[in-house]
Nanobody
Framework: QVQLAESGGGLVQAGGSLRLSCAAS????????MGWFRQAPGKEREFVAV????????NYADSVKGRFTISRDNATDTIYLQMNSLKPEDTAVYYC?????????????????WGQGTQVTVSS
């Protein structure tokens, strides 16, 4: 019941920054925990970051902790992923996703709505 559309990906040099956005529509957006996931070629989709429905709680994968920041603006139905100090290992398609419930989850299979993804490529 939530439609999601990512944007903001691109090509960036290692050490640089990107800000991903996810525009959401649907009546349940404000009540849903929202997550960012990524998938590199030949690999499974993996958790990156999640924020609770209220925006007050968040957690991150160890690989991005201290470099990435997730946030949400329920007034504009948008979530963000600020990515700093990017590494080539961050290269992947990044997806935003919504849960049915407001509590955060790191599990891919607990998210029911997904965007189409946006490509992030970090060169060395």
């Amino acid at each position: 019941q939530v439609q999601l559309a990512e944007s903001g990906g691109g090509l960036v040099q290692a050490g640089g920054s990107l800000r991903l956005s996810c525009a959401a529509s649907g009546r349940t957006f404000s009540g849903s925990a929202m997550g960012w996931f990524r998938q590199a070629p030949g690999k499974e989709r993996e958790f990156v970051a999640v924020v609770s429905w209220s925006g007050l709680s968040s957690n991150y994968a160890d690989s991005v902790k201290g470099r990435f920041t997730i946030s949400r603006d329920n007034a504009t139905d948008t979530i963000y992923l600020q990515m700093n100090s990017l590494k080539p290992e961050d290269t992947a398609v990044y997806y935003c996703a919504a849960r049915e419930f407001g509590f955060p989850s790191t599990r891919v299979n607990e998210y029911i709505d997904w965007g189409q993804g946006t490509q992030v490529t970090v060169s060395s």
